[in-house]
């Protein structure tokens, strides 16, 4: 009996069969690849036109406008006087990644007041950024509605189902974008974030605040695809310690000087479009490095202090980031997060630091340790030739955005020597914690955990009862791979590191994560209490492409 995924995977081989523009050369020896006309292998796609850095400014989408209230029974539960409503459109439409390339077309979310605009250049790659504020009580979260008008016959890859999944959020279940919990074209789907602190149900509420999540499509099979192709938006949030005002709280950097940036890679045709390759599953690498849906863009700083929430948005690769001019020389900066939100204390003075696809680091540069005129990179020096893992760290590398310094402005933020602290595990939980082992390996030309295949989400690989502490043993037995492991509902906190404290950015009463990198042959143990929701959630390796080929893992909680 054919199942709805069994038809999406035969519509997405005919849609990429019709699809010469998104991802296609000339067909190799393989005849099943010659007739769907999509490279075999990433040797076999051409490579991106030229294009001239810097000659576009960076692209900041804006934050959505909220609507008037609306009923909904799905997220009734959820919903009281301070709730916030709003709703996007999932669409196809042309924007402009480089002057210098023809417009291209892109899946991405718009702000449905917003009208859509038949002028390209109009049009994000990048949806619009969420800015909300954590909720004290019940009933004054978000709920988002997402319209699905993406074309029921589109060509190309990927296919137009869709589950949103807002990444590191607390939520439950049903809003979590569960792999197999899609919706089509013409249909729409409430999502509810009571944007509640972990433990709130208990009375037992955590500091576990997030400051930098991203929302993404999530599908069964297709996530790489859906999110090369666009759908992908910041969702940042702040609370009363963390303000989004630089003269309260901690008077970090605020309002324009805090600036998300998305970090991907892609590969284009002449034309324009987009080239992905269908049958690369051990990680697709592009050969354009974009900033928020731009091709190496400008960006005119003053001489103050900023804060950049990265985001790695790539399907696979991995990026170890300097601040430089163009002679190389490097300069210093502070990291005040990570993807589980501000760190204990800041990491000062760090010359640079590592992205793997789904983390985020927050760090803030003082720009007026420059002149005006100044120019400077961010410059990525970690070279990495194919999917599998990256490689060596080079003494130069591409760069990605070139900050052009102007004049000095009024600067009232700083980075305080605190900022949201907590104490690590107390050793009487860990010893009482559940502990659990997921071996994240191959299996018959497949990625797997403990052996199962993401096609075993009809049951879960373990259950985790509410509120329990427990220690989950994540090891790499797949060889020379590297994996970025993603667990939803709650924060990790990093205990070891191949047996071994783990370095500063990811210990335990230093930093949370949600995201933890597994390189070859390593292993961590990681701490875990799910709180609150009750359901059905996921965890699994954050190359996309190794998500869907399938290394993914249900989990309940009870």
Not at 47 to 66: E, K, N, Q, R
Not at 171 to 192: C, K, N
């Amino acid at each position: 009996m054919l199942t709805r995924r069994d038809l999406l995977k035969a519509g997405a081989w005919t849609s990429a069969a019709a699809a010469l523009p998104f991802g296609c050369t000339s067909p190799d020896s393989d005849p099943r690849k010659a007739r769907l006309g999509v490279a075999a292998a990433r040797d076999a796609i051409s490579p991106s036109p030229p294009t001239t850095p810097f000659v576009m400014d960076l692209p900041i989408p804006p934050a959505p406008l909220p609507v008037a209230p609306f009923a909904s029974p799905d997220a009734a539960p959820f919903i009281g006087p301070g709730t916030k409503f709003y709703e996007l459109v999932e669409e196809e439409r042309l924007v402009q990644v480089h002057p210098q390339l023809p417009p291209t077309l892109v899946w991405g979310y718009r702000d449905i007041n917003v009208p859509r605009s038949s002028v390209p250049s109009a049009n994000f790659a990048v949806g619009p950024t969420f800015r909300v504020k954590m909720a004290t009580g019940a009933g004054q979260g978000v709920v988002v509605r997402q319209h699905n008008q993406l074309p029921a016959n589109h060509q190309g890859f990927g296919v137009p189902f869709t589950t949103v999944h807002l990444h590191g959020a607390h939520t439950e279940s049903r809003s979590d974008g569960y792999p197999t919990l899609d919706f089509g074209p013409g249909e729409s789907f409430d999502y509810a974030y009571p944007m509640r602190a972990p433990g709130f149900s208990t009375g037992t509420p955590s500091n576990d605040i997030p400051s930098t999540l991203w929302y993404h499509d999530h599908l069964i099979d297709f996530t790489r695809q859906n999110v090369y192709r666009g759908l992908v938006g910041f969702y940042l949030v702040f609370d009363d310690l963390d303000t989004g005002d630089e003269t309260t709280g901690l008077q970090l950097p605020s309002g324009p000087f805090d600036v998300p940036l998305v970090v991907q890679d892609r590969v284009f045709a002449a034309d324009g479009s987009l080239v992905y390759d269908v049958f690369n599953h051990n990680g697709f690498l592009g050969d354009k490095l974009l900033v928020n849906g731009a091709i190496q863009p400008r960006f005119h700083v003053a001489r103050r202090k900023y804060r950049f929430r990265f985001l790695d948005g790539s399907n696979a690769r991995f990026y170890q980031i300097f601040l430089a001019a163009a002679d190389g020389q490097t300069f210093r900066f502070d990291q005040i997060a990570t993807e589980g939100g501000l760190l204990s204390a800041p990491i000062r003075a760090l010359e640079s630091f590592r992205l793997a696809p789904a983390l985020r680091v927050e760090i803030v540069i003082d720009f007026s340790q420059f002149q005006p005129g100044d120019v400077v990179y961010l410059e990525n020096r970690l070279e990495q030739v194919d999917g599998r893992r990256p490689g060596d760290l080079l003494p130069r590398g591409p760069q990605l955005l070139k900050f052009i310094v102007g004049e000095a402005v009024p600067d009232p933020s700083h980075v305080p020597d605190v900022l949201r602290p907590f104490a690590p595990i107390a050793p009487a939980v860990l010893a009482a914690a559940i502990r659990r082992e997921f071996q994240f390996n191959r299996q018959q030309g497949a990625w797997a955990i403990n052996g199962l295949l993401a096609g075993d989400l009809s049951f879960p690989i373990t259950q985790s009862p509410l509120d329990t502490p427990e220690i989950w043993h994540l090891v790499n037995g797949g060889g020379g791979w590297a994996h970025p492991v993603h667990i939803h509902l709650d924060y990790m906190r990093v205990l070891t590191r191949n047996g071994h404290l783990p370095p500063i950015d990811e210990r335990d009463g230093v930093a949370k994560r949600d995201t933890v990198i597994l390189g070859p042959g390593e292993e961590v143990e990681v701490f875990l209490r799910f709180r609150d929701f009750a359901g059905r959630y996921v965890f699994h390796c954050h190359n996309l492409e190794h998500e869907d080929m399938a290394m993914m893992a249900r989990f309940d909680t009870l």
